[in-house]
Each structure stands twice: as structure tokens, then as C-alpha cells.
């Protein structure tokens, strides 16, 4: 089967890496989110990519499930030193690494597309990672405090600010201009399937849906998402910040409608919202499932890829079906 997800950090990376118990042998290819990158000390660091890339090859730290596991953080305690900010992002010494030699194959004229292979060739992640993008993007956050209303770049809004300050507007700087980095579009027509891991739906996801041709390209295949909201509150971080910087509500069925059809064929939701409101969750051409949706291992993350996977099966098999038919265990 040929499988492409898209993805965040965190929630996205713990998520296929169930993708991955559950479809052995599958071909999945996995488009990283690439707006929460940052230049930090002259280096470029790409967050999400190497959350997905460390995890899945077996290096994150699984506390924090960021980073990388065994760290030291000698070299930020020597630039802290010297005064060198930003001191609020925490850069370990093995992390390092690994953005020096992205930072350089860069600088060399390779595009990120490329150096995120080289670098995973040392990793092994089990999935071809594409970034959504070869050309630069950065979401920055509008944000009013005592310094006026101004524009930070979101790592500083997330990390520094711990989202404490009302974003304003989200912006990915750069969308208007960037394209798919080359084997985005392939994959996804060559999909069989397409999954939206529980990631953020405005930071993460919705990124990813802004370059250009991918959201149209996705429309055209069988795409089935899993809920980041359980219960009216983010399975893990800010998620609720960013939808509310948007309008949108932190409930499962106002993440559906702001995916919308026809992108989301199926979505899955959370036994706590199975039945919320007079009507349910669901939207008009979406097939609704509940299920438990925490990721507390991989057994549980594959049990919850594998609901996905079934549910994107039964749609391409019913395409003649009149939309919104459900079965017993729907909604």
C-alpha cells in the first residue's frame, strides 16, 4: 500500500511511527511541515523534520519527545556566556550536529529536499520525509504586548511566550511564493491513501495545505484524518492558541470543518466527542468514526493507524455509495 501523511512534530511523529507497526511493508511517504523553521547561531533548524526523523529512527529523547536522547548542553551553556541569545531555545550538543550539516550542505547548494535525505540516510526513519517545501517559509505570529503590536517569529510565540500572549494573526511568510519540494505532488498522486496524523491543524497541517497544488492535489484522493482534539482540549500542547488566533473552536467538529470536504473523506474522533452536540460530529461527504485516539505507546498509536487505514479502505471501496453512509461504529 502507498500511503502518504502529513505531518508536524510531536503528535505527527508518535503517530507514524504506529503508521509504521501497522502497515509493514507498506511504501509511506511523509511530508514535513516546514514554517517552524528557524535561523538560531547561523545554523538552520528544522523542528519538525527532525522530530520525525529522530523518533522514527530512534534517537529522540521520549520524555520531552523532542531532541535528542543521552544530550548534553555544553556548547548552550558557552554561548549563554557570552551573551548570545536567544537563550530561550534549547539546542543540545548532539542537535548541533545535525544542524551544522544541514546548515552546510545548504550553504553548497543543495536543496533541503536533498539534505533532508542525506541526513535520513544515517537515521533510517522506515519513510521516504519530504519537506512540504524547497524554497524558505516562516510562520510568524501578530502578537500586541508591551512593546506594541508586532510581528515574532512562531518559535518565540511557542517556546518563549508559551503562546501566553492572544496571537493576533498566523502568518506563513513566503507561501504565496513557495512550491511543493519535488516528489511531493508525485507521491500523492501515487497515494492509495492519505493521512492527516493528529498534528496541529493550524501550524502544522494547515502549513502544509498552503503551498500551492498540495491541498488541490490531495482532493482527488482518498484522505482520512485523525483528530487532534479530545474531549475540547489539544491531546498535547497549544493547538487551542492557534485556532482561536483563527476563529475557530477547539472541538473535533470545528477542526473537521475547518479541513472541510472535499479534502477529509473520513475523520475520526475521540470516544469522549462521539454524540457531541444534537447532531454529532460530522460534516456533509465525511464518514465519522469514534475510537480512543491517546497515544500512550506505540501499540496504542498503531491501534489508532490502523482504525485510519481500515476507514480510508472502506471509502475507496464504496465510491458509489451515497456520501455519509455509516456503519455500526459510526457516528
Keep these: 500500500m502507498r500511503i502518504v501523511s502529513l505531518a508536524g512534530g510531536i503528535g505527527g511523529a508518535r503517530f507514524l ?18 514554517g517552524d523553521d528557524i535561523t538560531l547561531y547561523g545554523l538552520q533548524v528544522c523542528p519538525d523534520l527532525d522530530t520525525v526523523m529522530y523518533t522514527l529512527g530512534g534517537g529522540i529523547d521520549e520524555d520531552q519527545g523532542w531532541g535528542r536522547q543521552k544530550e548534553t548542553h555544553v556548547v548552550k551553556e558557552e554561548l549563554a556566556a557570552y551573551g548570545v541569545e536567544p537563550q530561550w531555545f534549547g539546542l543540545g550538543d548532539r542537535d548541533f550536529a545535525t544542524h551544522i550539516v544541514r546548515t552546510q550542505m545548504l550553504r553548497a547548494g543543495y536543496p533541503l529536499s536533498a ?41 518565540e510565540w511557542w517556546v518563549r511566550l508559551r503562546a501566553s500572549v492572544p496571537a493576533e494573526e498566523i502568518i506563513l511568510v513566503g507561501a504565496d511564493q513557495a512550491r511543493p519540494a519535488p516528489g511531493v505532488l508525485e507521491a500523492i498522486a501515487d497515494a492509495d491513501a492519505v493521512i492527516l496524523p493528529p498534528s496541529n491543524p493550524v ?74 452536540g444534537l447532531d454529532g460530529v460530522g460534516l456533509d461527504g465525511v464518514r465519522v468514526r469514534s475510537r480512543p485516539l491517546i ?37
Excluded at 17 to 34: D, F, H, K, M, Q
Excluded at 231 to 248: E, F, Q
Excluded at 300 to 308: H, K, L, T, V, W
Design 17 to 34: 511511527r504506529g503508521l509504521l507497526a501497522a502497515a509493514p511493508g507498506s511504501e509511506i511517504t511523509v511530508i514535513g511541515n516546514t
Design 115 to 155: 539534505v533532508t535525505e542525506a541526513l535520513c540516510a544515517r537515521w533510517e526513519p522506515g519513510v521516504r520525509l519530504i519537506p512540504m517545501s524547497d524554497d524558505r517559509t516562516e510562520t510568524h505570529v501578530v502578537i500586541s504586548d508591551e512593546q506594541g503590536r508586532r510581528a515574532v517569529h512562531f518559535q
Design 203 to 276: 501550524v502544522s497541517i494547515g502549513t502544509i495545505l498552503q503551498i500551492k497544488g498540495i491541498r488541490e492535489a490531495l482532493e482527488s484522493k482518498t484522505v482520512v484524518g485523525v483528530s487532534p482534539i479530545v474531549g475540547g482540549a489539544p491531546v498535547r500542547g497549544m493547538a487551542d492558541a492557534c485556532l482561536t488566533a483563527i476563529g475557530v473552536e477547539t472541538t473535533a467538529q470545528a477542526v473537521l470543518e475547518l479541513y472541510g470536504s472535499p479534502l477529509v473523506n473520513g475523520w475520526l474522533v475521540a470516544e469522549e466527542d462521539d454524540g457531541v
Design 295 to 331: 497515544m500512550h505507546d506505540v501499540e496504542s498509536a498503531a491501534a489508532i493507524a490502523r482504525a485510519a487505514l481500515d476507514l480510508a479502505t472502506e471509502l475507496s471501496a464504496s465510491r458509489g455509495e451515497p456520501a455519509g453512509t455509516q456503519g455500526e461504529d459510526g457516528l
